[in-house]
């Protein structure tokens, strides 16, 4: 079974710009969470969408944002982004929420850099 | 929402040595409770996990224990090889409507050969 692709795995953007990441889960999983991993905040939840609704969202301004499609791909987005911005975007994909929905798996990450 | 403190921040070990991490959580409602290595460069990859109905769980040289009471969970690696180096995460994970995974801050492990 394929495991969790994202991409661009490289961006380099300039604050003001936007940018898409984009994350394609296991097959047959329907949740994706993104997450952003910096040196100083660790990793951090943003956002979780399952079946093309966003189900929970972590403590991120309104730059962030998301969607998922129909065939449970995932992306996110980040608007006027600022330094601060730049980071490892992981995106991770799990079962339905149910029982045993719990683990997560991780893509290779998106890494940011914002100049 | 949920907090999870991790310790130490960095760890070094001699081979063949024990390594233990130790993380907290403040929500009671959690009830599931991963451990990811995460090698440099690379994505996190969970290594074992122990949910809230039980108080421990080993998987050759990796154990990890749970005390629901004291709210607080460990990994311990025995016969530590240098392959094991890496940054170690835990995490705590609350189900329902408002699910999601709050990662501790994460632990350097060095072990040194």
């Known amino acids: 079974k394929a495991g969790v692709t994202q991409t661009p795995r490289y961006l380099i953007k300039t604050r003001g710009q936007q940018v898409t990441l984009s994350c394609s889960p296991i097959s047959g999983h329907r949740s994706v969470s993104w997450y952003q991993q910096t040196p100083g905040q660790g990793l951090q939840f943003l956002f979780e969408y399952f079946s093309e609704t966003q189900r929970n969202k972590g403590n991120f301004p309104g730059r962030f944002s998301g969607r998922q499609f129909s065939n449970s791909r995932s992306e996110m987005n980040v608007s006027t982004l600022e330094l601060g911005d730049s980071a490892l975007y992981l995106c991770?994909?799990?079962?339905?929420?149910?029982?045993?929905?719990?683990?997560?798996?991780f893509g290779p990450g998106t890494r940011l850099t914002v100049l | 929402g949920e907090n999870v403190e991790q310790h130490p921040s960095t760890l070094s070990v001699q081979e063949g040595d024990s390594a233990v991490i130790k993380c907290t959580y403040s929500d009671s409602a959690s009830n599931y409770f991963p451990w990811y290595k995460q090698e440099l460069g690379k994505r996190p990859q969970l290594i074992i996990d122990?949910?809230?109905?039980?108080g421990e769980k080993k998987d050759q040289r990796i154990a990890v224990t749970l005390n629901k009471t004291a709210k607080h969970f460990s990994l311990h690696i025995t016969e530590t090889q240098p392959e094991d180096s890496a940054v170690y995460f835990c995490a705590a994970w609350i189900s329902g409507s408002a699910r999601q995974l709050t990662f501790g801050s994460g632990t350097q492990l060095t072990v040194l050969p």
């Open positions: 122990i949910r809230s109905n039980v």
């Open positions: 991770a994909s799990s079962l339905p929420p149910g029982l045993d929905d719990n683990e997560q798996f």
